[in-house]
Nanobody, 124 residues
Framework: QVRLVVSGGGLVQAGGSLRLSCAASGRARYRVGWFRQAPGKEREFVAAISRATGSRLYADSVKGRFTISRDIAKNTAYLQMNSLKPEDTAVYYC???????????????????WGQGTQVTVSS
C-alpha cells in the first residue's frame, strides 16, 4: 500500500512563497492531487497532475500563482506556491490514485490514498 509523506508547510507573509512536497513510497507513478481545507470550510481542490503525460489542472483561485510538478526519480510531487494570500491559509493535503487512473482530476473521490495534512498560514 502506498504511503504519502507531506512536508513544507509553515507561516509566511502575504506575497511570499512556500513549496510543499508529497513523497510517495514505492516506485509506481500515480496521478496526484493537492487539496486544502480552511477552518470552517469544506476541503477544496487546488491542483492536480496526471500520471503519465504531466498534464495539469488548477483551481481558478490559484492559477498563475501555484505550480504543481513532480520528480519522477524521487517519486515526489510538489506544489510551488507563490504570491500567497491570507485566503490561502489552510491545511493542505496531497492525494494519489493507487488504482493507476491516468488523467489529472479535481474530484476527491478519484483519489484513494491521502497524506497527512500540512498547515500553511499566510499572514497579512
Amino acid at each position: 500500500q502506498v504511503r504519502l509523506v507531506v512536508s513544507g508547510g509553515g507561516l509566511v507573509q502575504a506575497g511570499g512563497s512556500l513549496r510543499l512536497s508529497c513523497a510517495a513510497s514505492g516506485r509506481a507513478r500515480y496521478r496526484v492531487g493537492w487539496f486544502r481545507q480552511a477552518p470552517g470550510k469544506e476541503r477544496e481542490f487546488v491542483a492536480a497532475i496526471s500520471r503519465a503525460t504531466g498534464s495539469r489542472l488548477y483551481a481558478d483561485s490559484v492559477k498563475g500563482r501555484f505550480t504543481i510538478s513532480r520528480d519522477i526519480a524521487k517519486n515526489t510531487a510538489y506544489l510551488q506556491m507563490n504570491s500567497l494570500k491570507p485566503e490561502d491559509t489552510a491545511v493542505y493535503y496531497c492525494a494519489v490514485d493507487s488504482s493507476l487512473g491516468a488523467a489529472a482530476s479535481q474530484y476527491e473521490n478519484e483519489y484513494d490514498t491521502w497524506g497527512q495534512g500540512t498547515q500553511v498560514t499566510v499572514s497579512s
